[in-house]
């Protein structure tokens, strides 16, 4: 009985081989495994992580001409104005305004964290933004760079005093965005650093180059505590945003998403980090996004603010750049950084998943976005 199987299973192996030898892989059977620059307008997409804080209609407008859907995530950070609740009501008339082409993150502030009642009125901040179709909760990096206790003590994520907080989270089966911590270059002087952008950025503001203020959290220390926020709350779909602040290698990010089932991570401007590790090592990257490919969204960070102008070519531009990068083996230069590298040309299925599909996995509430009776 097993050499009969055998003897059909070889069969089978030959007469497919047979098969392939004669249909052979034509070039239309090649083209159809991967998008063409062409294909860009007509896949549709989703941009996970984008700040829309106005309520001019252009910038959702100029994604949907380029078939983009979009996240909007809230924040709260006294130097990053305007505050969540202002950042909310743009969101919400965004939403209302394109409901089936743009949908937003709330987030929960820690003005008052030192107050007896934060936990509560965190938690009807939330409340509420759930009841308006917040379809997900983002956690910014003050906790861990600045946010401090009664004592003085920096508070880091893994601290008891947000167990309420995410608690209620998890059981409102609702995602976090968690932008925890900052690129490593922070950390090093800035001739190590490996970006042009985050050395002209942390020169112009030395007051958030970590490496010139020891005295706060290391690189590892913030890590850490994410990573130790994740093993106290296992339960959490949790989104890291900018490569989950593991931009400058994809092994430890790889470790990462290994040990974390429910951890998956946004792009948003850190695909130049993705880029300047295929100069180096085109191989390791691709399978890097081969063997994640349900773990990545697409994302580009780009803030609209009610003051600025949309430029529409640079946005255009930078996320054809994107699109260029992933769907093509070209040749291609960043002003970033001086090394040529060559596009990760990853199959179409591998494409639809980072660019659309897994942002609606692992943010159920974007579900509204399928309905196509949009505008
Ligand atoms: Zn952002």
Redesign the pocket.
Known sequence: MKIFFLYLLAGCLLFQNCQEVKKGPTAANIAESFYTHEDFKTVEKIDA?V?VNTNKPDYVQLSAQDNFRIIT?N?DDVNEPPPMEEQQQFALQQVKAFPHRIAYATTFSIRHFNDSNWQSQTINYLKNSFARGAVAVKIYKVIGMSLRDKTGKLVMIDDPRFDTIINFIVQNKIPVIG?LAEPKNCWLPVEKMTIKGDKSYFMQNPLYHMYLHPEFPSYETQIAARDHMLERHPDLKFVG?HLGSLEWNVDELARRLDKFPNMAVDM??RIVHLQYQAAGNWQKVHDFMIKYQDRLLYAT?A?IDASANINKNDIHARTINDWQFFTSDDAMTSADFDQTFKGLKLPKQVIDKIYRTNAEKWFPGISIFRNKNYE
């Open positions: 992580h700040h995530i924040l932008h945003a948003a401007a960070d803030v």
